[in-house]
């Protein structure tokens, strides 16, 4: 079964870090493209930040640069998203995915169920 589980969501206050891990497991996907997503309450999913399918490029959402940074470790199947100088609007649920190669993210079938990220003032 193939399987992607965020952890490392919590509750932190207005500036603190958190780092999200996503395991993957059941399949390799050091050939996919693997992305953050988050999605606040009455919002759309919105993108985060990604690692291009190469794994040579990365892409951050504009309201991520200089705050978030991704990684991976493809020994361990897994993807991290340290935050730092966290905001309250970045309160959401945080997502992982994974993309095989010309794959839209909405379209591929390797989603999480969620981490919950809370910031407070």
């Known amino acids: 079964q193939v399987r992607l589980v965020e952890s490392g969501g919590g509750l932190v206050q207005t500036g603190g870090s958190l780092r999200l891990t996503c395991t993957a497991s059941g399949r390799s996907f050091s050939s996919y493209a693997m992305a953050w997503f988050r999605q606040a309450p009455g919002k759309e999913r919105e993108f985060v930040a990604a690692f291009s399918w190469s794994g040579g490029h990365t892409y951050y959402a504009d309201s991520a640069k200089g705050r978030f940074t991704i990684s991976r470790d493809h020994a361990k199947n897994t993807l991290y998203l340290q935050m730092n100088s966290l905001k309250s609007e970045d309160t959401a649920v945080y997502y992982c995915?994974?993309?095989?190669?010309?794959?839209?993210?909405?379209?591929?079938?390797?989603w999480g169920q969620g981490t919950q990220v809370t910031v407070s003032s």
């Open positions: 995915v994974a993309a095989p190669p010309e794959t839209n993210w909405f379209e591929s079938d390797y």
